[in-house]
């Protein structure tokens, strides 16, 4: 259900507000580059504690690949994209909550960007 409130959200934000030719495309581009920040940060931290190395960036791009392929076939090959758009989903009927929702995860995908490289310094340091 957050993944629909999210994609909900993402679309009208490339639809109304950059006006983006294929917003259904983007919408999935970016969806997937956020779920590949998150999961790859967790991966990375996990693999950097267990083993104290690094693991190259190989693997974050082979990650990614994966979940933008899976997503693609899900939001559009099979159309759930549009069936989204069609329900306008909402987390506990409030648009403000879905809102807020959507906006905190943007902004924890883009602080992972900024921070993951100080988190596994840290912990590589304290190996």
Same mark, same amino acid.
């Given at each position: 259900?957050?993944? /629909? $409130?999210?994609?909900?959200?993402?679309?009208?934000?490339?639809? =109304?507000?950059?006006? #983006?030719? @294929?917003?259904?495309? $983007?919408?999935?581009?970016?969806? +997937?580059?956020? @779920? %590949?920040?998150?999961?790859? *940060?967790?991966?990375? $931290?996990?693999?950097?504690?267990?083993?104290?190395?690094?693991? %190259?960036? +190989? %693997?974050?791009?082979?990650?990614?690949?994966?979940?933008?392929?899976?997503?693609?076939?899900?939001?559009?090959?099979? /159309?759930? %994209?549009?069936?989204?758009?069609? #329900? =306008?989903?909402?987390? *506990? /009927?409030? =648009? /403000?909550?879905?809102?807020?929702?959507?906006?905190? *995860?943007?902004? $924890?995908?883009?602080?992972?960007?900024? +921070? &993951? &490289?100080?988190?596994?310094?840290?912990?590589? +340091?304290?190996?």
């Amino acid at each position: 259900m957050i993944l /629909k $409130v999210i994609y909900y959200y993402y679309f009208l934000f490339y639809t =109304k507000i950059l006006s #983006e030719r @294929e917003p259904h495309t $983007v919408t999935v581009f970016v969806l +997937s580059v956020c @779920e %590949g920040l998150i999961l790859n *940060f967790f991966i990375r $931290v996990s693999y950097t504690y267990a083993t104290c190395n690094l693991y %190259g960036v +190989s %693997g974050d791009i082979i990650i990614t690949a994966l979940i933008l392929i899976v997503n693609f076939y899900y939001y559009l090959t099979l /159309k759930n %994209g549009i069936r989204i758009i069609r #329900e =306008k989903p909402a987390l *506990f /009927k409030s =648009k /403000k909550i879905s809102l807020f929702i959507v906006v905190s *995860f943007f902004l $924890v995908c883009l602080n992972l960007i900024f +921070s &993951g &490289g100080y988190v596994l310094q840290n912990i590589r +340091s304290n190996c």
